[in-house]
C-alpha cells in the first residue's frame, strides 16, 4: 500500500480510540506573531503526545497472531508510554527497555500503563540492542520502532487528516504548518497527508538549536546527524539523524526547518499555559515557538503549528512559568 | 421561553462560535477516585471559561437596535472577559467596571479583548452600582449580570447540552455531574439542560470549604449566604449567595452539594496538569478535586466532572505544582 492508503487505514483503526484534538487559537498569540495563529493540541491525545497514534497504528496492523506474542520498544519517554497504552487495550503484552537511570516517574507511569519495563544498565554501556533481540528471541515479541516505520508514520499522519479537515473547515488555506520534528515520523506523516488532502498547506519542521539534523538534511539534501545526543530541555525531539524512511519523505515535501533556541521554547510553554490553558512540554513547544518568535521565517496571514506532548515534568513546567507575564 | 427554549435557542447562537470542549478521562485520575471520571474541559472554552457561552448567549439574544449601544459588566474575572469578547465579536462596546486593586493583568486583557475598563475605587467604597446605573443613564448600555439572568444561565446551558450528547456517546448513564459553583449560573443551566436531554445525570455543586451557600442552602430549603466575601484561592466561585433565578432551580433538580478544601483544590490542578495536560484555576478544580478527594460522597461506577476555568497566574499555578508527585 502507498503511504496515504497506509495513513487512511490507520485512521480507520484509530477512529473510536484516538482523540480528534482541538484547533485552538487565541487572539493574543496572533497579535505576538502577527499572524493568526491555529495550534493543533496533540498534548490532549492519550498518554499525553501524538505517539499514542503511531503506537495504535502499529500494534492494531499486527496479524492477531504475531499480536498476541506482544511488542517490545526502546524508549525512555513518549513512543514508550504510546505502546504501552495500545498493547494494554488489546490486552496483549509490551516489554518497554529503558535506561536504569531513566526518572522513576517515567518507569512508574510506563508500569501503571501495563507494560513491562526492563532496565539496561546506560551508564555502563550495557547494549540495549543485544538486550532487545535477547526478548524477540525468546518471546517471538514484534519491535515497535518509534518513527522509521511504516505502520507508525501512518498513525502519526492521522494528524495530518484532521489538520487537514479542521482547516478546511476554518477556511484556512495556503499556510505553513509547522511540526515538532525529532526522527521524522510526525513531520512526515502530517506532510504525507497534506500531500493528499491539502497540497496548499506546507510543512516545515521545527527543531532546536544545537539539534538540527532534520533542518541541515534538508539543505544539503542528503541525511545529517547532531553531533550530540543530549543536553537541550527538549528531550522528546532530540534524535541522531532523520530516518532512513523519513528523510526521502521530508525531503519530497517539507519547506525548510526552523530552528529555535531553549529559551524561546520555554516562553511558548508560558505563553500556551497562559493564553491556552494547555500544558507543553519544551519539545512540544518548539512549534509554537517558532511561529511565535521566528515570524519573520514564515509568510501568509495564517500559519498551523502542533504542540506534539506535554509530558513535563513539575520543576521544568515551573521554570516555564518564569517566563510568564503575569 | 421555557428554560430549556432558551438553552436550545442559545445553542443555536453559539453554534459556530463557542468552543465544543472536549470530554476528557484518563486511567491514573480513575485510579484514584476508584470509578471513571469523565472531564469536561471549560478551561478550553474561548476567554479561557465557560463564562464565553453567558456572555455571547446574552449578547447575542439583545436585539440590535439595543445591543448597538453597547453592553456593561460588573466583573473582575471571567465574566468580564467573557462579556468583552462577544461584544467584540458583535463589534458594538462594552464596558467593564472593575475594582482599582484587581491586577493589572486582568485589567490588561480585559481592555486587549476589545472592553473599556472603568475603575471605581473599591478600598475607599466607592458604589460601582452608582457607578453603573451613571454609564447606563448616559449611553444606554445593557447590563449584563454574571449569573441571575436567564439568557446568561441559557448560554452557561448549553455545556449541559454538550455534556448529555457527550455522555451518550460514550454510553455513560445514571451519574452525577459534578459542577464548580458560584452563583448558580452555570450550576443551573446545566442542570436545566440535563433535565431535558440526560435525566438520569444529576448535577451536584461543588464548593470550597468557608464558601458553601449553595450546599448550605440546598440542605436548608432557602438561600443562605456566606460570611465572608473573599479570603479563599477558588476566587472564580466565591460569590455571596445563590440567586434570586438560580437557587429555585438548584433547588428542583441537584443533589446534595460537596465541599472541598484549598488542599483539595491544588492537589487536583496538579493532578489535571500532570494527567490531563490541563491548566486549572483553584475554583475551576473543584468539581475535579470532589470527584478525586471525595469519592465516597458519590455514588455509581463512573462520575463527569467540570474544569469551569483555567484563568490562574503563574505564581498560583506554580504553588499548585508543589503538589505534583514529580
Excluded: W
Excluded at 503511504?3 to 493574543?28: K, Q, Y
Excluded at 541525511?223 to 527538549?234: D, L, V, Y
Excluded at 515557538?289 to 515551573?318: K, Q, R, W, Y
Amino acid at each position: 500500500m502507498s503511504h496515504i492508503d497506509l495513513i487512511r487505514a490507520a485512521a480507520e483503526r484509530l477512529n473510536g480510540h484516538a482523540v480528534r484534538t482541538p484547533l485552538m487559537n487565541s487572539p493574543f498569540l496572533d497579535e505576538i506573531a502577527g499572524r493568526r495563529v491555529y495550534v493543533k493540541a496533540e498534548c490532549l491525545q492519550h498518554t499525553g503526545s501524538f505517539k499514542y497514534r503511531g503506537g495504535r497504528s502499529a500494534v492494531s496492523a499486527l496479524d492477531p497472531g504475531t499480536r498476541a506474542k506482544g511488542v517490545l520498544a526502546f524508549s525512555s519517554g513518549n513512543h514508550a508510554q504510546g505502546v504501552a497504552r495500545a498493547a494494554a487495550e488489546f490486552d496483549v503484552p509490551s516489554v518497554i527497555i529503558m535506561p536504569n537511570d531513566a526518572p522513576q516517574l517515567k518507569i512508574d507511569n510506563t508500569r501503571a500503563l501495563g507494560a513491562e519495563v526492563i532496565l539496561y544498565d546506560r551508564p555502563n554501556g550495557e547494549s540495549r540492542e543485544a538486550l532487545g533481540e535477547q526478548i524477540q528471541a525468546e518471546r517471538g515479541m514484534t519491535l515497535i520502532k518509534p518513527y522509521d516505520e511504516d505502520q507508525v508514520i501512518a498513525g502519526q499522519g492521522t494528524c495530518g487528516l484532521e489538520i487537514a479537515e479542521q482547516a478546511r473547515d476554518l477556511g484556512v488555506t495556503e499556510v505553513d504548518v509547522l511540526v515538532c520534528c525529532g526522527g521524522g515520523g510526525f513531520t512526515s506523516g502530517i506532510a504525507l497527508a497534506l500531500e493528499a488532502e491539502a497540497p496548499d498547506l506546507r510543512v516545515r519542521p521545527c527543531e532546536p538549536e544545537g539539534f538540527d539534523d532534520v533542518t541541515r538534511s534538508l539543505k544539503s539534501g542528503h541525511i545529517e546527524t547532531n553531533n550530540q545526543q543530549s543536553g537541550n530541555i527538549c528531550d522528546a525531539i532530540l534524535t541522531p539523524a532523520p530516518g532512513e524512511i523519513t528523510f526521502p519523505i521530508l525531503n519530497r515535501l517539507c519547506g525548510s526547518g526552523i530552528v529555535i533556541t531553549e529559551d524561546e521554547a520555554l516562553q511558548a510553554m508560558a505563553l500556551i499555559f497562559q493564553r491556552l490553558k494547555l500544558v507543553a512540554e519544551p519539545g512540544g513547544a518548539a512549534a509554537v515557538a517558532a511561529a511565535l518568535f521566528h515570524a519573520n521565517e514564515i509568510e501568509g496571514d495564517a500559519v498551523i503549528c502542533t504542540i506534539s506532548g506535554g509530558n513535563v515534568d513539575a520543576p521544568m513546567f515551573a521554570r516555564a512559568l518564569e517566563h510568564a507575564n503575569t
